[in-house]
């Protein structure tokens, strides 16, 4: 007689309880965690009920959307037309109306760039030598060059002038910092001493300070037939500025690398000097991409500073603009726009700051 195998059957798995699935439980577990996260949640529960519907009512509900100051004082919201109004100079500052198209051209490269770096589309020695190019083109098609009519830099202003020294200062801080970082780490007594005296010095000094005697001092110390213009000088002095801050927080990636990187490669027969360029240095970088990501945010804020030497950035023109006595009473308006600005370019560089970790450390582990 042939026996029947018996095959096992498992049980069907259970379904989780309610209390752990769903809205509820995302609920209890996010907000309503203990008597300490119930408090703080209705209090900030409260806080939104109140601040949120009149916030929407000032900002669309009443809002003017078309018409003038008069139609905008009628409706007692907030004056949108005052914004389209005052786009230009916003955007541009006093730089000649006619000749906008050539800003313009710069911007869309710079997007173009961006986008191509965002999506990895460019990379490599190409990428790049594209970003170094990009701030030159920009000075060209702005400042004008090659037969086309040139645009006094007094007359540079808004978010052109804003992004251009942010660029420019990324872009040539950034080099300079590994720079100071490697001559503070691996350099000699004298090169050690002097990069650490800069640094130190830079970063004790607030940067309006520094702003100031950019734009005052310097000229008396330089001689009489050599000029350099006010731009230029606020320019050297935060690329100056941002590199110290960039020098130390490169030189934290370096400390992070063990000895053994160095030691492994220059046994191998690598030269210090590749070993540094194409081993720790790369490494490092990866090490310290937030706190870097964070100097270049931190930068291009800084560069709501230079009204105080009488340059006319985004933020001055914002100032200005709510001067207009056609327009009087409506600088909330202008200080929205310029948050929002600010806020979508700081978090559009967060946001690739989080990709490039995402391709770095982070991917090889997962």
Request: aromatic share 10%; hydrophobic share 55%.
């Amino acid at each position: 007689m042939t026996v029947e195998p018996i095959i096992f059957q498992p049980t069907p798995a259970s379904p989780a309880p309610s209390s752990k699935v769903g809205a509820v439980a995302w609920l209890r577990a996010n907000l309503f965690g203990g008597w300490k996260d119930t408090v703080v949640t209705i209090a900030l529960l409260a806080i939104l009920l109140v601040t949120v519907p009149k916030l929407i009512g000032w900002m669309f509900v009443r809002a003017t959307f078309l018409g003038d100051a008069d139609a905008c004082r009628l409706a007692g919201g907030a004056c949108w037309p005052f914004i389209v109004d005052k786009f230009n100079v916003l955007m541009l500052g006093v730089y000649p109306q006619e000749l906008g198209w050539r800003p313009g051209i710069a911007a869309i490269a710079l997007i173009v760039l961006a986008a191509l770096t965002y999506t990895n589309r460019m990379r490599g020695i190409v990428l790049i030598v594209a970003w170094a190019i990009l701030p030159f083109f920009a000075l060209i098609m702005i400042g004008g060059a090659f037969g086309m009519r040139e645009v006094d830099q007094s007359l540079w202003g808004g978010l052109m002038l804003s992004i251009l020294l942010a660029l420019v200062g990324v872009i040539v801080s950034i080099p300079l910092g590994v720079m100071l970082a490697l001559g503070r780490y691996y350099g000699s007594p004298v090169v050690k001493s002097l990069c650490i005296a800069f640094i130190e010095l830079l970063r004790g000094v607030p940067l309006i300070t520094i702003l100031f005697m950019a734009s005052v001092m310097m000229p008396l110390f330089l001689p009489p037939d050599l000029v350099i213009n006010n731009l230029l000088r606020i320019q050297i002095a935060m690329i100056l500025f941002s590199a110290a801050y960039m020098a130390e927080v490169v030189r934290g990636g370096l400390q992070a690398i063990p000895a053994g990187q160095t030691e492994a490669s220059l046994a191998l027969g690598v030269t210090r000097r590749h070993t540094i360029a194409f081993v720790i240095v790369p490494q490092a970088l990866r090490h310290v991409l937030p706190p870097l990501i964070g100097r270049c945010i931190a930068l291009f804020k800084d560069t709501s500073l230079v009204i105080i030497v009488g340059l006319l950035d985004f933020l001055g023109m914002i100032k200005n603009a709510a001067l207009d006595t056609s327009w009087l009473g409506f600088q909330a308006e202008a200080y929205v726009f310029a948050a929002v600005v600010y806020w979508s370019i700081c978090y559009s560089l967060s946001l690739y700051g989080r990709e490039l970790e995402r391709r770095g450390p982070s991917a090889q582990k997962r």
